[in-house]
């Protein structure tokens, strides 16, 4: 049971579709169901499209009470709680800071109903379940920016994930316990936070982990750029992060790859033509919905004034280079079927806003326009490939966790599922390090 959850008013009080008399229901039904149709429920009546209601606010302390009582869904409900706080802008916009005081209305009332949370979430971030605890330092990095505990609590717990030995750690939350660090600290513009954040991430931007270093560059950028985060930030905007737990919860609209290019184009001290090299290396690879933040990201750093007025004459060498690979990214649409956000964000830019007025402004691709062939890459000796049980040659470094499963499970090993890659790694490399003495 919810306590005092009839004591709510939920007849005078509306959502999207009128009056929310249904939202008790829906709250009971989420404590007890393992369908998520029940979720998709509410995000629907009193979080339609991001637009929140008199009702919203007051289904806040109830959801994290759901949360706290070991249902199914835990973490999709409290990164739902999150939502209801912000709305759909903080997907867009990635990991920039909220300012609280802009927002009014309904919309506050979430977010501090959801601020008052902050207590009951960071006690989560010791929860045995780790989907439940990226979930929990996502949620604490959103609400807890005004709340004086939360960052040395998310400190306290990045040095536990860090110090997890290999056979414990879990690259993805330790990524996540990374993202959230450095979104705290920026909140506060504290000296003494930021030096806690280069304490922990600094030696992690050459992890052998690729979600682990991306997570301390993201943390570092808007703090302290450097060329090693550089590095790190432009391998991943040219190779997502194959990261799905945290993907999830921190990256649903804004891809590692996206975020990337959003920070190397805002933090970077790199040259135009850097920028657009990035760029032009990663767009082809983006997927309808994660062209336009790169894009935009890009643009507005190549041109802050916008393109409005200016001809292609005007444009210099990387910029047409940047614009011709962007005429066939995905991010027009597929099928044939216009995406009016993309549409929008480049009428917003000043460029023509369809596909076929954005060929025709850019014109045919000249030579010199195309991006440089890159020199030949030196043979480099490939790394020693280890043999499984019957003599076959395999690249351990190189395999996914699937494929390390079943090259463990070839060597007999037990125990598999619940082991990070690494573990895994690390399990089958002791086991033929065996077999060879």
Known sequence: MLEGLDAVPWGSL?????????????????LSSPDVKVLQALYANIYHQGTRYSASSRAVPFLMDIVEQRTTHRAAVLVYLVDLAHGYTHLDEGFAVKMVEALEGPELDCFLAAEACVPRVLRLLSDSDAGLRIAAA?????IGTRRPEAFPEIEKYAHRCVLDDDDRRDEEELCGALLALGMLAR????DSRTDAVKKVCVPLLSDCEQVVRVGAAIALAPLEWSDAVASVLKEAAKDDVDCSGVTKVWFRNMS?????MALIAEYGKGTPETLTDVFCESISEAGTWECQSMVTSLLRSLRPGGYAG??????????LRALHAMADCKGWGVGGMLNG????????LGLPNTADAFAEYL?????AQRAPKKPTAKAVPQPKRQRDEDGEEEDIASMTKPLLIEAAKRRKLAGLSKLTVSALKKKIRDHDRKKTK
């Open 310 to 319: 200016v001809c292609r004459d005007e444009l210099c060498a990387h910029e």
């Open 341 to 348: 956000n993309f549409s929008l964000a480049m009428g917003g």
């Open 363 to 367: 014109g045919p691709q000249k030579e």
């Open 187 to 190: 909140a506060e513009g504290d």
């Open 138 to 142: 996502f949620a604490a990095a959103w």
């Open 14 to 30: 509306r959502h999207a579709y009128g009056a929310a008399g249904d939202v008790p229901g829906l709250l009971q039904e989420l």
């Open 256 to 260: 590692g790859a996206q975020t990337a």
